[in-house]
């Protein structure tokens, strides 16, 4: 996968893909003001809420509040575009992903003057000939790629598209015309400048001074009129006229004068100056020089394929771009461009110290791929859709009207009212099928649903084998189809697939064996990940990272969620579409406003709260939110190192604590009473509002002067109580 070079502009990406995480151990967070994480990662809640067996009703209170603001947390922003934006003198394109940019504008990709402000269709002199040429651009290796598409480094790449360059298909060029091709025919005059060719390149005056076989010699120095009194700076030198002979001048370079004669060239460390001509007139005032000065005075030769530095240098072999330039073995000039190089093989993903100096990763979202000298540039501007909501698919029993247990599987979704199950005309956002016959997939699967006002409800029909025309997700304009399918033996194989209304998204869910006996599992076993999930004919289960669709779906980390047994997965409103631009230095871009964030929420599963019961095997494996005392809660017991006989040491009534257990991967909640407690939770569910004042590894939460407010502050522990010296008994 290629690197563009550092000369191109390097702009945050805006992701489309959550990152899925597994447990994190709090030993990396040294603050409260990191909260909410860990619990929070990425949009994906990760944790339990311990309370008291025997905990006040206040302290499941606070538990509801933190839970409450938890979820508001679990959420995934998206990029979307909902305004309009328009670019006169360049071109605006919607591509789909997987799709060539060069589609837009024919099988060749080649944009010219109709196309781009600013592009030549002219003419430049010859030898008193005029010839004519024009600017061209081709952008037919322009692709919009994402990771179910691209195996190369698809991990790296993660559940966001990017702009993949295929290098011999990004170049920018001046051709001739065929026909004016054979009037060019000076090779080897360039001594004659009525052989010398003129035209803009890449937005600046370009000349060249001779043709050769294998490329051309251009003019890599400008002409100045030296006066006396008027030095000029050139390439970083101050250049000085300082005498003027019949023959020759002296001219001062950085403070040191040297006599040059007309005709003759001398080297000033990184620069030449070749006198032209002279003038000594009788008043010195009136004297002057026409000299060229530059790199290389005789010009410079650049060959096909050379490191195209003609406005940067870079070491050896580090070039971005290439000359590409055709003279038909010296017969006449064809076409002189320049053209990314082959040479870049970075992974995406690696970081700015992995990557060589000059070359940066293939462009996401805000990127921009610019040519040499900004005169033209591709930018992936932006992702048009508008929502996308989550569906997850939950192995688990189900029972039915007689209460016995089948192997089955629960559906549900996330979303707003208008994203639902349409169940042949029954519209729900849960449901639960399992097998008609638990020995025969063939037959089929029953349904239930649940509905807001009489719970679980029967299906009156059975979802049956290839039942594509009834049975769907919506969300909004897009759907997913449920279809059950049967693959081998149908008594002891089979599958079910998602498949988008357009036919690019297969996302096939395998239940070999596992939907047999009282096994509630995807896949036969747990080892055989693999080939439990397929994405159209790649098996995709054991992948460890989330995974981007053709139509713009998502599909989480399925290893993960296939060890719980689960299949997640989001689906846009409609298929996602790529909005790329491409200008010049003479286009104009207008963009209106409109929303620019959606949301999906990741919703939290069942089963977040847990008793200190529970609750104390998971200390130190798993971030736990410890709300309660260690009176009532005998995990804040242990974590504070108390007994039941001193359980309010370190307490005080009227406060509430806030404490971090780093190594424990645990938050603690607690206070002296009930209301104490319940004040400490609902600060921290309302940490946004508390930001700089819930900081460090413990925080103590009181009300003061009749004030609804909360005061925080860093715990101190309170004075201890004096001993009576008389009796030796604590007062």
């Known amino acids: 996968m290629s690197k563009l070079g550092k000369t191109m502009k390097r702009i945050g990406t805006i992701g489309i893909g959550a990152v899925m995480l597994g447990a994190t151990a709090m030993g990396a967070y040294a603050s409260l003001a990191d909260y909410p994480e860990p619990f929070v990662t990425d949009g994906v809640f990760n944790g339990k809420i311990v309370v008291g067996g025997e905990a006040a009703v206040s302290d499941v209170i606070g538990a509801v509040d933190i839970a409450a603001s938890l979820q508001y947390a679990a959420k995934t922003g998206y990029e979307s575009t909902d305004g309009v934006t328009t670019v006169e003198g360049g071109q605006v394109e919607d591509l789909l992903f997987g799709q060539a940019l060069s589609v837009q504008f024919g099988t060749s990709g080649i944009l010219d003057d109709g196309d781009l402000a600013g592009f030549a269709d002219d003419q430049f002199d010859y030898n008193d000939t005029d010839v004519d040429y024009g600017e061209y651009l081709n952008i037919s290796g322009v692709t919009v790629q994402y990771n179910l598409g691209y195996a190369s480094e698809a991990e790296d790449m993660g559940a966001d598209p990017y702009l993949q360059v295929n290098e011999a298909g990004y170049e920018y060029y001046v051709a001739v015309d065929a026909a004016d091709q054979a009037s060019i025919v000076g090779v080897g005059v360039s001594d004659d400048e009525d052989y010398n060719i003129e035209f803009d390149f890449l937005g600046e005056s370009f000349e060249i001074i001779d043709i050769t076989a294998t490329g051309i010699k251009y003019k890599n120095s400008v002409t100045e009129i030296l006066t006396r009194d008027n030095p000029v700076t050139v390439a970083g030198h101050e250049i000085e006229l300082v005498n003027v002979g019949d023959t020759s001048a002296v001219i001062k370079v950085d403070g040191v004068s040297d006599v040059i004669s007309t005709g003759n060239t001398e080297t000033y460390g990184d620069i030449e100056i070749k006198v032209e001509s002279l003038f000594n007139a009788d008043d010195n005032a009136d004297d002057f020089v026409e000299a060229l000065i530059g790199e290389d005075t005789g010009g410079k030769t650049a060959n096909d394929g050379d490191d195209f530095e003609l406005f940067t240098e870079y070491d050896s072999g580090d070039a971005p771009w290439v000359w590409n330039i055709d003279t038909n073995a010296g017969a006449s000039l064809d076409r002189v461009g320049v053209q990314l190089t082959n040479a870049m093989s970075e992974v995406v ?109 029967d299906l009156a029909s059975t979802l049956a084998q290839d039942n594509l025309a009834t049975w769907y997700i919506e969300n909004n304009d897009a759907k997913y189809y449920f279809n059950v399918v049967t693959i081998g033996n149908g008594a002891t194989e089979g599958n079910f697939t998602f498949v988008d209304d357009g036919g690019l998204d297969n996302i096939r869910i395998n239940a070999r064996y596992a939907l047999r006996g009282a096994t509630y599992t995807i896949g036969a076993t747990d080892e055989n990940l693999g080939t439990d999930l397929y994405y159209d004919t790649t098996a995709i289960g054991a992948r460890d990272y989330d995974l981007l669709t053709e139509y713009g779906a998502i599909i989480y980390n399925p290893e993960n969620k296939l060890d719980s047994d689960k299949v997640e997965f989001s689906i846009p409103s409609d298929q996602v579409e790529a909005h790329i631009i491409i200008t010049t230095s003479g286009s104009t871009v207008t963009t209106t406003a409109g ?17 200190d019961s529970v609750g104390a095997s998971l200390v130190g494996n798993t971030n736990l939110l410890v709300v309660g005392g260690p009176c009532a809660n005998t995990v804040a017991r242990d974590l504070l190192g108390v007994t039941a006989a001193n359980c309010v040491e ?68 309170p004075a201890a109580e004096e001993e009576d010296d008389t009796t030796g008994d604590e007062a």
Not at 597 to 606: D, G, L
Not at 670 to 697: C, I
């Open 349 to 457: 993903g690696a970081t700015e110290e992995e990557l060589d100096a000059d070359y940066f990763e293939m462009v996401g979202v805000g990127g921009v791929l610019p040519f040499p000298n900004d005169y033209v540039s591709v930018t992936f501007d932006s992702l048009k859709y508008d929502d996308r909501f989550k569906v997850v698919v939950d192995a688990k029993e189900v029972k039915d009207e007689d209460n016995t247990g089948h192997p089955g599987f629960e559906i549900t979704l996330s979303g707003t009212d208008e994203q639902a199950f349409n169940l042949g005309g029954t519209q729900s956002k849960k449901i639960r099928a399992y097998l008609a016959d638990p020995t025969n997939m063939s037959n089929g699967l029953n349904v239930t649903y649940y509905d807001e006002d009489d719970g679980w409800t």
């Open 595 to 611: 929303d620019a964030s959606s949301y999906v929420v990741n919703q939290i599963p069942v089963g977040l709260g847990v008793l």
């Open 650 to 717: 370190g307490f005080e009534q009227g406060v509430g604590r806030i404490k971090l257990f780093g190594t424990q991967n645990a938050v603690l909640v607690a206070g002296y009473t009930a209301e104490d407690t319940l004040l400490a939770a609902q600060t921290l569910a309302n940490y946004d509002m508390y930001a700089g004042q819930l900081v460090g590894s413990e925080v103590m939460v009181s009300l003061q002067d009749g004030s609804d407010t909360p005061v925080i502050a860093p715990y101190v522990a």
